[in-house]
């Protein structure tokens, strides 16, 4: 059974920092492109980044680009998604997600269905 799991999340200040974890167990790591996406509530799910199996390609929305840092440890399973520089608008439930099909373009621009998904971290940013 696969089972994604998030963490990391919290109430951090503008312009703070969090890094969020995302554990999967269940399938083969290495074989499975990963991605953080994030959805506020009232507004629709949105890509914020996503890496290739060996963490060669790795892609970001605009709106995190130069802010954020995806990156995943295959001897650990875990995928990371280091957030500098937060900004209220960062604030949102985080999920992470996996697929077989790799990683080919910012999640906002180039679908990344996910196959598997986790429950979510929250995100919570304050002026």
């Known amino acids: 059974q696969v089972q994604v799991v998030e963490s990391g999340g919290g109430v951090v200040q503008a312009g703070g920092s969090l890094r969020l974890s995302c554990t999967a167990s269940?399938?083969?790591?290495?074989?499975?492109?990963l991605g953080w996406f994030r959805q506020a509530p009232g507004k629709e799910r949105e890509g914020v980044s996503c890496?290739?199996?060996?963490?060669?390609?790795?892609y970001y929305a605009d709106s995190v680009k130069g802010r954020f840092t995806i990156s995943r440890d295959n001897a650990k399973r875990t995928l990371y998604l280091q957030m500098n520089s937060l900004k209220p608008e960062d604030m949102a439930m985080y999920y992470c997600?996996?697929?077989?099909?790799?990683?080919?373009?910012?999640?906002?621009?180039?679908?990344?269905?996910?196959?598997?998904w986790g429950q979510g971290t929250q995100v919570t940013v304050s002026s």
């Open positions: 997600a996996a697929q077989a099909p790799d990683c080919l373009g910012p999640p906002d621009e180039v679908p990344f269905h996910g196959r598997y």
């Open positions: 269940g399938l083969t790591f290495d074989d499975y492109a």
């Open positions: 890496i290739g199996y060996s963490a060669g390609s790795t």
